[in-house]
């Protein structure tokens, strides 16, 4: 019997034990801070990008004007050795992705890339005194202007509603 009380004693400082780390994972718990908010969106200033881009393209850069502030700019480039490439991407106010990509590059190599394997459909609408044609079927829904010197692709997550919206609001200079 006296091997009996042995095992009942380990056990019961196992339970202890176990009890313990227990207790002391939910101080852990309570006292670290936690946030389970969505991080804030950090914006970019694209405006020395834009007038770099617009200084050296062979195309009219086109950027948008008038948006509301809770359009967040979060990704600008431009690439003059790769089809004078102009990016500006977005964060909309639903938290969706909305950008404006434009080049010289051929079209429908350019137009795949920006709307990630999209296809073009035969819909088209007048934004902004332009022609523009929904492509879908890719990572990105996408409206596509061609002229001007280059393919503007306005492109992303968000609806067709914000991806016009975004066409309405660019201005080329």
Request: proline share 4%; no cysteine.
């Amino acid at each position: 019997m006296a091997g009996s009380n042995g095992k009942q004693k380990t056990v019961r400082d196992m339970v202890l034990s176990l009890g313990l780390i227990s207790v002391m994972a939910g101080v852990i718990y309570l006292f670290i801070p936690h946030d389970d908010s969505a991080p804030e969106v950090k914006t970019v200033d694209y405006r020395v990008e834009l007038l770099t881009a617009r200084r050296a393209a062979a195309y009219p850069v086109a950027a948008p004007v008038g948006l509301p502030e809770t359009w967040k700019a979060t990704s600008v480039r431009f690439d003059g050795e790769q089809f004078d490439a102009w990016h500006l991407g977005f964060h909309a106010p639903d938290g969706e992705y909305v950008q404006v990509e434009q080049s010289t590059e051929k079209p429908n190599a350019f137009i795949d890339e920006a709307s990630q394997g999209g296809e073009e459909t035969e819909t088209t609408e007048e934004i902004g005194g332009r022609t523009w044609t929904r492509w879908t079927g890719g990572r990105y829904d996408a409206l596509v202007h061609q002229g001007d010197g280059a393919t503007t692709v306005v492109a992303g997550t968000g609806s067709y509603a914000q991806l016009t919206e975004m066409a309405k609001a660019l201005q080329v200079k």
